[in-house]
């Protein structure tokens, strides 16, 4: 049963530290996006790659996150310094490529890395 | 600014009944709707998806609607189950030549049914 990998799974650091979240996509998938699940907005869009390349990461704090893909099995989150606002669980999904209208945008999501910042 | 709304974070059904629940968009380029079901401590779950070009798609007890027109789709679950028990985001996305596109999610509604 294909599954993305997502490490690690619970992380507790202070504030001020380095994070770096790691994630192993679908074997094929080609796409992937890193989520935040916050209690406010819900599932939000850091970032997202497709073909390793970076298409959108509007929806990261630029001055301490980035994302990146250095081979097409990971893909890494990291933050830098972390912050107690940071505090949340962190989804890594990746999708298949292109096959038609239907069915395009099913995520398979990994089962999260949760975070707390003190 | 949130695109994709579910506007109650709670609901309660008994189980047997039918479980309704609501999402409203406001973005006009969003072509391809999506619920996802999310359970604890595991990652969100795809659960039914609908285009633009239709109104209802049906997969055994869940079924999505979708008016366009108002910007609105729901999705209803006959009979509700205990098992069904989890949060469900719905989730919206332009269609592109290029393939996947980003999901753009709502804050979740948790759904509840009551032995």
């Known amino acids: 049963d294909a599954r993305v990998t997502q490490t690690p799974r619970h992380k507790v650091t202070e504030m001020g530290q380095e994070v770096t979240m790691r994630c192993q996509p679908i074997?094929?998938?080609?796409?992937v996006f890193w989520y935040r699940q916050t209690m406010m907005q819900g599932l939000e869009l850091l970032a997202y790659?497709?073909?390793?390349?970076?298409?959108?990461d509007s929806g990261m704090p630029k001055d301490r996150f980035s994302a990146e893909m250095p081979d097409a099995t990971l893909a890494t989150l990291k933050i830098q310094p972390s912050e107690p606002r940071d505090s949340a669980v962190y989804f890594c999904a990746s999708g298949p490529p292109w096959t038609g209208f239907f069915g395009a945008n099913v995520l398979t999501f990994g089962a999260g890395s949760r975070l707390t910042v003190l | 600014d949130q695109q994709v709304k579910q506007n109650s974070p709670s609901l309660s059904v008994q189980e047997g009944r039918i479980s309704i629940l609501n999402c409203d968009y406001t973005?006009?380029?969003?072509?391809?709707f999506l619920w996802y079901k999310k359970y604890p401590a595991e990652g969100p779950t795809f659960l039914i998806s609908?285009?633009?070009?239709?109104d209802k798609n049906e997969d055994g007890r869940f079924t999505v609607f979708l008016n366009k027109s108002a910007k609105h789709l729901s999705l209803h679950i006959v009979p509700s189950q205990p098992g069904d028990s989890a949060v469900y985001f719905c989730a919206a996305s332009p269609i592109s030549n290029f393939g996947n596109e980003k999901l753009t999610f709502g804050t979740g509604t948790r759904l509840t049914i009551i032995p």
């Open positions: 973005n006009s380029m969003f072509d391809y």
């Open positions: 790659f497709r073909n390793r390349a970076p298409l959108d």
């Open positions: 609908i285009s633009s070009i239709k």
């Open positions: 074997l094929g998938h080609n796409t």
